[in-house]
């Protein structure tokens, strides 16, 4: 844009001078001592530091085809042709006043050439006003295509654009539908750009990028390795392209995984040229590795045919003889140090050709009318059109090869295909690109030994677990299944044992049946890509949150109802006074409600916003075991809905109100134990157990849910944790007191209110001992009974028969200690040692009577009198510190 501001206001400057000042030289110019000359006026780019330089070999090119005209005598017989030139330096504002100069200064031009788009776009637009042709001989520029903006504009180079069709029809032979661009803010690469970009759309080609620069293309090189860039346009001149050469050195943007697409009118050895003087901070060794493999596009600028051309030569002879000039120049041609420009040499030499068969067919229309060339003013567009009609039908066979201008005054031109190997450019092919016939000679050769990609290979790796990890959590879910169907079925079949009995063995198998399904989710949480479609994952998705709630309903629902029971019987108690007694019923109800609450919200989870299959994608990563050019893009199912935080929200809070609600009731009843749940005490434990666990697991599972393999070893050993310890906490007493005692009337024993300490144990091996020493003392005592008896009889007998006696006295008879014995008769009593019975207060045992087991009573009641009495009833609710 301010290219276009810039080149309009030159425009208006030289109109107001036109109007000012007037036409310059309005009298005949041609009425001095050379009135057999024909001038004309010549605009090259030589000694600037910025574009296009191609004047360097243009103006000697020019200069030598002025010398073959100027020998023919069948071309403007009786006139010469002669050049007036200066230096624009590729600058526009430069260029219009190098223009201005050579328009108002004698004597009066008949034509102009000029090179450099950016010259060639001012010198056209104001061209017009003095009614004078413009051959441009070196401009690319495709805006110069348009006719409304130059009217009377040719060239014998052809436009940009002409690259363009070429380099689709490279990415369509080998395959790239991604590429990037790179320009320089320059309108001739603005332009060629906006054509590239609509064809690329008609071939479905993908812009990737596209990145502009003025100076300095360090950003913009930057931007393209950040885009991922593997095909790159670049479109910018010479000297650009050696700063963005090192550049793409700097930034690794070259070698087997890249295609640069350059200008081909560069010369040979352009990225070797100059380094040190326009200051690039790359040696020429590095620069030649960033060059190697490139390709480029020009349009054929030397006869490849080496026919025979108008002028006579061949394009080998012309490039002998340009060499000689350029020599003369003080270029060093022997070693291949040609000046730029040197590629669009032949096109100045057929410029200036082109303008003298122009003139030599003017002039014969001329001739016609009474007319001569020679009269020509800048206000006779009458023969400013006949030059121009003249021109436009111009064809000839030029060193240049073909020369022929459309419509808009272009060059049209084949287009050839080199590719940069071994640090020398190699002939690839040629593309008519009115025919759309490519020419292929298969010499193309690329670093690693095949076509680069358009683009990194990216590969999408399913992150599943390992199935190492799944084989091991599955077969521990396995086992633990097993042991709860056993469990299952020990529990049915000692369902009568009073250890069993009094535990409630349906709630029981409730809790096993929740086991189970949690253990099953095992197998569930580890299924994914792996094994499942994904077609099929939503419904894998469904049947975790299934059975895991279900699952967890089930197992720590009827732990629940236990603990709950166990506080409401103590509250119940201590308010009432009354004996309560547990109604299984209520157990059930209590689970069944649990149930039905998830099922409620199981329902309408899945039926309002149902789980799907979503995919967490991550940063792509290398590959570990090829070099091809391909990243890694892994990607990790997970199952979502729409709202799955608020679902789990309501899910988690209900589920973690019940957690929370059963460790306070669980906290509540420690020490507390009843008769009707023999193992509230260890039920107690296993819902410490699942509440800690749940409440670690949970926050630490959203945390590494991104680590699929971490993930899912911390849930599955979680529930396995749960599943195993629960069981183990239940029915692990019950087992080893049903082997250690197999028979019903051992087990009657057996309370698992009471448990039996070592004191009460050694307490009754004592008690045992002296019953047995008062046994022996019993029996002592009325043998000696016995034998008095019989005294007492023989004396009974002797005084009925009147035998005189002695009778023992009173005295003699009391000093012996006397109990009741079995018959009504008084027997001794033990004087000093009392049984453990009087210490509580109870009457002495009868003789012959044996101590009861200690184990049948009751442990919150003191050991009873070893007697016959009868035992106090025991409550149906105690409290006690020992458990099962």
Not at 128 to 151: E, H, I, Q, T
Not at 183 to 192: D, K, L
Not at 402 to 415: E, K, M, N
Not at 450 to 470: A, E, H
Request: hydrophobic share 40%; net charge neutral; charged share 20%.
């Amino acid at each position: 844009m301010r290219l276009n501001l810039l080149f309009l206001s030159i425009a208006v400057a030289v109109g107001l001078a036109v109007a000012v000042f007037g036409p310059p030289h309005m009298s005949n110019p041609l009425l001095t001592k050379d009135d057999n000359v024909l001038h004309i006026a010549g605009i090259f780019p030589i000694g600037g530091k910025g574009g296009w330089q191609g004047g360097q070999a243009c103006q000697p090119a020019a200069r030598l085809a002025l010398e073959d005209v100027n020998n023919r005598t069948d071309l403007l017989p009786g006139f010469i042709l002669k050049l007036h030139w200066n230096d624009s330096e590729c600058e526009p504002g430069l260029g219009a006043s190098v223009m201005y100069n050579l328009l108002y200064n004698k004597p009066q031009k008949l034509m102009l050439l000029a090179g450099c788009s950016t010259v060639c776009t001012t010198v056209a637009e104001a061209a017009k006003m003095w009614n004078l042709v413009v051959l441009c001989y070196g401009a690319s520029s495709p805006a110069l295509s348009d006719r409304n903006r130059f009217p009377t504009l040719f060239r014998t180079h052809p436009s940009a654009t002409v690259h363009n069709p070429t380099r689709i029809k490279l990415m369509e032979k080998f395959g790239w539908s991604r590429v990037a661009i790179l320009q320089q803010a320059e309108e001739v690469f603005i332009s060629t750009v906006e054509d590239l970009e609509a064809r690329c759309k008609e071939a479905g080609i993908e812009i990737v990028t596209r990145q502009s620069f003025l100076s300095d293309p360090t950003d913009a090189v930057r931007n393209l390795r950040r885009q991922d860039a593997r095909v790159i346009v670049g479109l910018f001149y010479v000297v650009a392209a050696r700063r963005v050469l090192c550049e793409v050195y700097k930034h690794k943007l070259y070698g087997k995984s890249y295609v640069w697409f350059f200008i081909g009118w560069y010369e040979d050895d352009w990225f070797e040229q100059n380094l040190e003087k326009e200051k690039i901070n790359c040696t020429r060794e590095q620069m030649r590795i960033a060059a190697e493999g490139h390709l480029t596009t020009e349009a054929l600028m030397w006869n490849q045919n080496n026919q025979r051309t108008l002028s006579g030569m061949t394009s080998d002879d012309f490039r002998i003889r340009l060499n000689e000039a350029l020599k003369k120049e003080n270029y060093d041609i022997d070693n291949m140090r040609y000046p730029e420009g040197y590629q669009e040499a032949p096109l100045a030499y057929d410029a200036v050709w082109a303008v003298a068969l122009a003139f030599n067919k003017t002039m014969e229309k001329l001739d016609r009318v009474g007319k001569s060339l020679k009269n020509f003013t800048y206000t006779d567009k009458e023969t400013a059109d006949d030059i121009y009609s003249a021109i436009n039908s111009t064809q000839f066979l030029g060193v240049s090869g073909h020369v022929a201008f459309s419509s808009q005054g272009d060059r049209i031109a084949l287009t050839q295909i080199e590719q940069m190997i071994d640090g020398k450019y190699v002939l690839l092919g040629y593309y008519d690109t009115q025919s759309d016939n490519l020419t292929w000679n298969n010499k193309e050769k690329w670093i690693g030994g095949k076509v680069p990609q358009d683009r990194t290979i990216v590969r999408t790796v399913l992150r599943t677990v390992s199935l190492g990890l799944f084989i091991s959590m599955g077969t521990v879910s396995v086992v633990g299944i097993l042991w709860a169907i056993a469990l299952i079925v020990f529990n049915i079949l000692h369902r009568h044992r009073k250890v069993i009995e009094t535990s409630h063995p349906v709630c029981n198998t409730i809790m096993l049946v929740g086991v189970c399904l949690c253990l099953g989710s095992v197998f569930l949480l580890g299924l994914d890509g792996r094994f499942v479609e994904s077609e099929s994952y939503p419904a894998v998705c469904q049947a975790r949150a299934w059975i895991l709630t279900l699952g967890f309903t089930l197992g720590y629902g009827a732990m629940f109802s236990k603990v709950w029971r166990v506080h409401r019987l103590t509250t119940k108690s201590k308010q009432d006074g009354k004996v309560k007694k547990v109604e299984p019923w209520k157990l059930y109800w209590m689970v069944g409600g649990f149930l039905i609450v998830d099922i409620i919200l199981m329902l309408c989870w899945q039926i309002i916003d149902p789980l799907q299959r979503s995919i967490e994608i991550f940063p792509l990563e290398d590959p570990s075991s090829t070099d091809d050019d391909i990243k890694i893009r892994p990607e990790l199912e997970h199952c979502e809905s729409h709202h799955n935080n608020v679902w789990l929200g309501i899910l988690c809070g209900y589920k973690g109100l019940i957690l929370i609600f059963g460790l306070f009731l669980a906290y509540e009843t420690r020490s507390i134990k009843v008769k009707q749940i023999n193992d509230s005490r260890y039920v107690g434990m296993a819902i410490y157990n699942v509440v800690v666990l749940c409440l670690i697991t949970a926050p630490v599972i959203m945390v590494i849910a991104s680590q699929q393999d971490a993930s899912f070893a911390f849930e599955a050993l979680a529930i396995i944790f749960c599943c195993f310890l629960s069981m183990a906490l239940v029915f692990v007493p019950k087992i080893a007191e049903i082997i250690q005692h197999p028979r019903d009337k051992v087990e009657a024993k057996y309370n698992t209110d009471a448990g039996v300490s070592k004191e009460d144990e050694d307490r009754y091996h004592s008690l045992l001992a002296e019953n047995d020493e008062l046994q022996k003392l019993i029996s002592a005592k009325e043998e000696k009974i016995r034998i008095l008896k019989i005294k007492l009889q023989e004396r009974e007998s002797m005084k009925s028969s009147g035998t005189d006696g002695t009778a023992p006295s009173a005295a003699e008879g009391m000093n012996e200690p006397i109990c009741l014995g079995a018959g009504g008769v008084r027997n001794n009593l033990i004087p000093a040692r009392t049984y453990l019975g009087n210490a509580a207060g109870a009457q002495p045992e009868p003789a012959g009577l044996i101590l009861p087991d200690p184990f049948t009573t009751n442990s919150d009641s003191a050991i009873g009198p070893i007697s016959g009495y009868t035992r106090s009833s025991q409550s149906d609710f105690e409290f006690s510190e020992s458990y099962l």
